[in-house]
């Protein structure tokens, strides 16, 4: 069957219990749709799914790469067509989910990724300002150049700064107008899921207090132990630079973990620059509606049209 769902939505919404309700009804495989998920050895603080889900229903696109190991969107979205052609010629269902709007987009609009060569130089530089005067002061540079691409970027995400920035030095164009869009592969249908602010940062809240209570401190010390040192871009990750803060006596516990929440929330709210709510393209729902009667009678919907051909490659 040709065709893909995709579950998008800010983090800790409940994307990952629906996906497996969904993998479980209608017989899909499941492709990771989060940036940091793709590290090995980083599951408690990026919310994996578990050994048992794992065992349960197949899983792709997880721990793919080491955390000091270089990975792209380009490199993404190459590895997810082949596994979604894969998955379909196996005669099941490719289930995307994810909150992170750079690597879902790129495979659902068929992005031609430029493939832009890095400048060392010119990222060394960059690094050099980010250390003396602040991750902010190279943030801001990037709003000046490209307010569109800094608007989909965290303000503490120093490598994804610098990159946007290099590949405006290196093209001398917006890094936001050199991604062309395309048709998507197959009929696709986004179900999206959505909070009231409120009761999302409370979700969250409670997510990280089931990560330090599931051990996020005894992996961020195996992470360290194994060598992954807090400059890697891997460790900016929300939870694991805390942590790292507060082994290096940097500040205590109790505001590490009130940093984790905050700077949680705050991503969150930037995830729905990419996925908003007023995009018809993609089908909301409030996390926690009873059973999900309407997700799924959606997706039967959608299944059926898409067995008699009668969708073309689009978005449903």
């Known amino acids: 069957m040709k065709c893909l769902i995709a579950i998008v939505g800010p983090t800790a919404v409940g994307k990952s219990s ?16 989060d940036s940091r998920q793709i590290y090995r050895f980083m599951d408690i603080g990026t919310s994996k799914p578990n050994k048992r889900d794992f065992e349960a229903i197949p899983h792709h696109l997880f721990d793919i790469v080491n955390p000091d190991e270089p990975y792209s969107v380009a490199l993404y979205r190459n590895a997810a067509l082949n596994i979604i052609g894969g998955i379909q010629q196996r005669e099941n269902l490719p289930l995307l989910v994810g909150g992170s709007g ?28 980010a250390h003396e005067k602040g991750t902010a002061f190279v943030y801001r540079m990037l709003e000046e150049v490209d307010p569109e691409a800094a608007a989909k970027i965290l303000q503490g995400n120093l490598r994804r700064i610098i ?31 959505t909070a009231e602010r409120e009761a999302l940062y409370r979700m969250i809240d409670n997510r990280v207090d089931d990560m330090i209570e599931q051990g996020l401190i ?59 709510l007023n995009d018809s393209r993609i089908h909301w729902f409030t996390a926690g509606e009873t059973n999900y009667r309407g997700i799924i009678a959606l997706l039967y919907e959608f299944v059926e049209k898409a067995k008699r051909n009668e969708i073309g490659n689009e978005f449903y």
């Open 18 to 33: 629906l996906s497996l309700a969904i993998a479980r009804e209608f017989n899909c495989e499941i492709i990771n749709g």
């Open 102 to 129: 750079l690597y879902v987009w790129s495979l659902l609009e068929s992005w031609d990724v430029p493939r832009v060569p890095p400048d060392t130089v010119f990222r060394k530089k960059l690094e050099a300002e």
């Open 163 to 193: 990159r946007a920035l290099e590949i405006s030095h290196v093209t001398g164009r917006q890094p936001s107008t050199l991604q062309k869009k395309g048709l998507p592969i197959c009929p696709v249908l986004v179900i999206g899921l």
């Open 218 to 276: 005894d992996e961020v010390k195996m992470l360290e132990s194994r060598g992954y040192q807090r400059d890697l871009p891997s460790m900016s990750s929300i939870g694991y630079k805390q942590i790292y803060a507060w082994l290096a006596g940097e500040i205590g516990l109790e505001e590490a973990v009130r940093q984790i929440k905050t700077k949680t929330h705050a991503f969150a709210r930037r995830q729905y620059a990419w996925f908003r």
